[in-house]
């Protein structure tokens, strides 16, 4: 008895030393708010869109906060190196700035944006080309989650691909997955393909997808471009894990800071964002899911 009564005790005071010993700490991390810039145009003719938002900090409720007194002018350079002004007229909504009209483009000619904020910071995005347009030739599903695209990959040059499968039904969006690849297994192949497994991104596998429609979007983009989306991707990855307990994530590839191809011409460093040039085919085709 006399030693179960010495077990309490210690039991009780090793307590009160855990509950005496525990402080609450408030965060306060120093906050240099980062402009952040994302847009990209096409081949296709349609307004240019362009959101320019500033990082908050930690504890503020919000997740970022919109730059709305910024001027952005978006330029090309054409095959003989010449450069001109494509557009400066923007329409400003909650940070993102539309180009006022439609916005024609060449393939072969590369594009680039700058802005400048109200205090006079420019950032000016990397010049990239307008390359030709990869047809899809066709696509299929095999073992009723692998959209398998085909098309024929050009062999003069080293391609970077950005395509994106989404599921529809009855005209309402249900799944949307992005993924990224170069040619290095298929350059210069006639029947070169990628796959996409329908739904890597879906939550709970027990729950059927109901869709009657696939729309496909496949881009050739440049190398900066590619390896931003690429690690965008390993970002989403890593934050969706759901094997976060698991030691074998300890070894996991750590986060990465998404910067792309815009730089602060102030500072000379790369800020986060992207501004990307595609070179878009796409497919919709129905489904018999």
Not at 93 to 103: C, E, H, L, M, P
Request: hydrophobic share 35%; with cysteine; charged share 15%.
């Amino acid at each position: 008895m006399k030693s179960i009564y010495i077990k309490i005790i210690a039991s009780s005071l090793l307590i009160l030393c855990i509950s005496s010993c525990t402080k609450e700490i408030s965060v306060d991390v120093p906050h240099e708010p980062q402009t952040i810039i994302f847009g990209s145009i096409s081949n296709e003719t349609a307004p240019v869109s362009i959101r320019i938002q500033q990082s908050v900090p930690l504890q503020d409720s919000s997740t970022s906060k919109p730059v709305n007194d910024a001027s952005v002018s978006l330029y090309a350079k054409d095959t003989s190196g010449n450069t001109n002004l494509v557009t400066n007229d923007f329409v400003i909504d909650q940070g993102v700035y539309t180009s006022a009209q439609s916005i024609s483009t060449t393939i072969g000619y590369s594009y680039w944006i700058e802005v400048r904020l109200n205090d006079g910071t420019l950032f000016k995005s990397k010049e990239e080309l307008l390359k030709p347009v990869v047809p899809i030739t066709n696509a299929k599903i095999k073992n009723l989650d692998i959209l398998e695209i085909e098309f024929s990959d050009p062999g003069n040059d080293t391609n970077f691909y950005k395509f994106t499968v989404a599921l529809f039904n009855e005209g309402q969006l249900i799944s949307s997955n992005t993924s990224q690849s170069n040619d290095v297994v298929f350059n210069g192949k006639e029947s070169a393909s990628v796959e996409v497994d329908l739904f890597r991104l879906q939550d709970d596998e027990d729950i059927e997808i109901i869709y009657n429609e696939i729309r496909i979007t496949f881009c050739n983009i440049n190398f900066s471009s590619y390896q931003f989306y690429l690690n965008q991707s390993l970002q989403l990855e890593a934050n969706d894990s759901e094997s976060s307990g698991d030691p074998s994530q300890l070894f996991a590839t750590p986060p990465v800071n998404l910067l792309g191809n815009i730089m602060n011409s102030n500072s000379n460093k790369v800020v986060l964002g992207n501004f990307t040039v595609n070179a878009i085919s796409a497919l919709n085709q129905p489904s018999s899911n």
